[in-house]
T-cell receptor, first 115, second 115 residues
Framework: QQQVKQSPQSLIVQKGGISIINCAYENTAFDYFPWYQQFPGKGPALLIAIRPDVSEKKEGRFTISFNKSAKQFSLHIMDSQPGDSATYFC??????????????FGKGTKLSVIP | GAGVSQTPSNKVTEKGKYVELRCDPISGHTALYWYRQSLGQGPEFLIYFQGTGAADDSGLPNDRFFAVRPEGSVSTLKIQRTERGDSAVYLCASAGGRLATNEQFFGPGTRLTVL
């Protein structure tokens, strides 16, 4: 059972355009939703994160939109640049009884921003 | 300060051999996670440490996998009798300190190849 579904698998965007990546989750106990950016040969780097008590969070060119009733959230990258070309992962977590906030990841979206 | 470091960056071994992968978390971070990332997939949770103890090892695939964190800092992931299916990138993440405990910072990973 895939608890976090991510789409699209790959995305090509023109420089200056808006990149949109979508995720849907199943477990309503999730209470923390981060997005990670990963370049080849590197570990994932935290971009931006949101909690379900807000519907939107913006940091620079990156915005998360969150729809609790639909159990969906999305990442918008405004004014996309070639340097944004990377794989993006959405994730979700909740506190376990052991104090763990283990992350459940989507399968990733490979973004290519072309000049 | 320094981020999460992992050694070695690459490890090639033969089927049936034993391997150890090391993780140095961010100084002061009490929470430490191991994840495994197969090609084209998102990371999958393996084990979580809070301090010295393995508080949640529910993600370990079988008893060939074991991890320790004897002094509450450096952690070692140990894999016995390696199989070709163990080939993946093994990621370590730490969390805690002054920031929210569920903000996880990843290392660059160890790419394990089992021939």
């Amino acid at each position: 059972q895939q608890q976090v579904k991510q789409s699209p698998q790959s995305l090509i965007v023109q420089k200056g355009g808006i990149s949109i990546i979508n995720c849907a989750y199943e477990n309503t106990a999730f209470d923390y939703f981060p997005w990670y950016q990963q370049f080849p040969g590197k570990g994932p780097a935290l971009l931006i994160a949101i909690r379900p008590d807000v519907s939107e969070k913006k940091e620079g060119r990156f915005t998360i939109s969150f729809n609790k009733s639909a159990k969906q959230f999305s990442l918008h990258i405004m004014d996309s640049q070639p340097g944004d070309s990377a794989t993006y992962f959405c994730a979700a977590s909740r506190a376990s009884g052991a104090g763990s906030y283990q992350l459940t990841f989507g399968k990733g979206t490979k973004l290519s921003v072309i000049p | 300060g320094a981020g999460v470091s992992q050694t070695p960056s690459n490890k090639v071994t033969e089927k049936g051999k034993y391997v150890e992968l090391r993780c140095d978390p961010i100084s002061g971070h009490t929470a430490l996670y191991w994840y495994r990332q197969s090609l084209g997939q998102g990371p999958e949770f393996l084990i979580y440490f809070q301090g010295t103890g393995a508080a949640d090892d529910s993600g370990l695939p079988n008893d060939r996998f074991f991890a320790v964190r004897p002094e509450g800092s450096v952690s070692t992931l140990k894999i016995q009798r390696t199989e070709r299916g163990d080939s993946a990138v093994y990621l370590c993440a730490s969390a805690g300190g002054r920031l929210a405990t569920n903000e996880q910072f990843f290392g660059p990973g160890t790419r394990l190849t089992v021939l």
